[in-house]
């Protein structure tokens, strides 16, 4: 466990998450249950904002990446913190807008925006838009003429730099539907075609090079390779940018194979990236950009806990053990999409040895729908309340109804107090959108 203050084992041999004992949330709220520590949130974001503050004059923003958990209040903590946020979709513009988020803040991304959201940014007076496709520019420079706006734009370029937790490569030639490569020459012709729209106003440019990952160096590299970028388009064509967004990706702790990094720890990756784009700018003589990072999983990720009760327990002898939970894949599909590993453990009886290493099965109708295998637990039975860690980034966010199981409700926990910020389903939700057409009755 990558133990702090807010998430802890206390004195009654449970787990504690800011200040509130597990067992007794899953008592009073039920389980499964999505539990939020406030404390870390916050700490995560000012953490990034005040390192930008100390090390690059403030000329930067953080923009908390929402995809990885988007709900009303956590865009509220964002603006409280007074940092920015992405945001991918009309839906999460639109939860953004309805916190009350200030539109200024926002930066939109996609690689398909619709042009009803394309519409919707701009009516609201979005602040940045990042734009991924020739002819979104084209869409966008009407709109901006309806509305007679003249919009911040920046791009989305491909550095050639591809990162996976602890590799990263370089490549000539990015594959990816995201971006405009730098090397085939995709970036620069997207730049002429931009800067001839009257209504837009580019600022610069944008590349996110992946997720999850731990080296330094593959964030410093693409950091050169925008820099350089930069550098070379100011000497081609005299258009100088004067706003940098290096993306977000840095890795969280999920098991004793990732890394342990405290909060304080992720000011190192920051300054690394800050020394880099500080270095290139006095080498090729261009401005320090406005610089624009976007984490999302190392914000909210180690924040959450996911709480369940252990149903039905399976041993099948010697194959293996499975422990029910009354949750699933339609809670958390990390493990059924990419095999994530996860740290498992009872709350209710955190100090007890491991025993044996059993499969957290969820109760979906799916071989598939599998929370965690071969983990280590003391022996699990019915009524034991089983706490996943590190499940606050892309699993609320990407939780379907799947067996119209209910999505779960989520709690903000802080100095001991628990409140909803998601409330549970009811039967009634799961069928407020389902409608009888007259043939069928
Ligand atoms: C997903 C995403 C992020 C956030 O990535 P994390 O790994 O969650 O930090 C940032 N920027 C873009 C464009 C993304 O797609």
Known sequence: MNQRETLKINAQGHLEIGGCDAVDLAKQFGTPLYVFDEKYIRDMMSIYRDTIAKEYDGNGLVLYASKAFSCMAVY?????????????????LYTALKAGFPAEKIFMHGNNKLPRELEFAVESGVG?????????????????????????????????????????????????????????????????????KKNLKLRGYHCHIGSQIFEKQSFVLAADKAMDFIARIKKDTGFEADLLNIGGGFGIWYTDEDAKISVAGYAEYLTALIEAVKKKSEQSGIARPFLVIEPGRSIVGEAGVTLYTVGAVKDIPGVKKYVAID??????????????????????????????????????????????????????KRGDIVAVLSTGAYNYSMASNYNRNFIPPAVLVKDGKAEYIIKPQTYEDLVRNDVMPDSLK
Do not use: W
């Not at 509220?76 to 999460?92: F, L, N, P, T």
């Not at 966008?140 to 791009?155: E, M, P, S």
């Open 76 to 92: 509220k903590i964002a603006e409280q913190e007074k940092i920015g946020v992405d945001v991918v979709s009309g839906g999460e």
């Open 128 to 196: 940045t838009i990042v734009l991924d496709a020739m002819d979104e520019a084209d869409m966008l420079d009407d709109l901006c003429a309806k509305y007679g706006r003249k919009q911040d734009v920046i791009i989305r370029i491909n550095p050639g730099v591809e990162a996976h937790t602890h590799a990263f490569v370089q490549t000539a030639r990015t594959d990816s539907k995201f971006g405009f490569s730098i090397s085939d020459g995709t970036a620069e012709k997207m730049t002429a075609h931009v800067l001839e």
């Open 327 to 380: 949750g699933g894949m339609f809670d958390n599909p990390r493990y059924a999409l990419y095999q994530s590993k996860y740290t498992v453990l009872l709350a209710n009886r955190a100090n007890e040895a491991c025993t044996e290493k059993v499969t957290i099965a969820g109760k979906c109708c799916e071989s598939g729908d599998i929370i965690a295998v071969d983990v280590p637990l003391p022996q699990a």
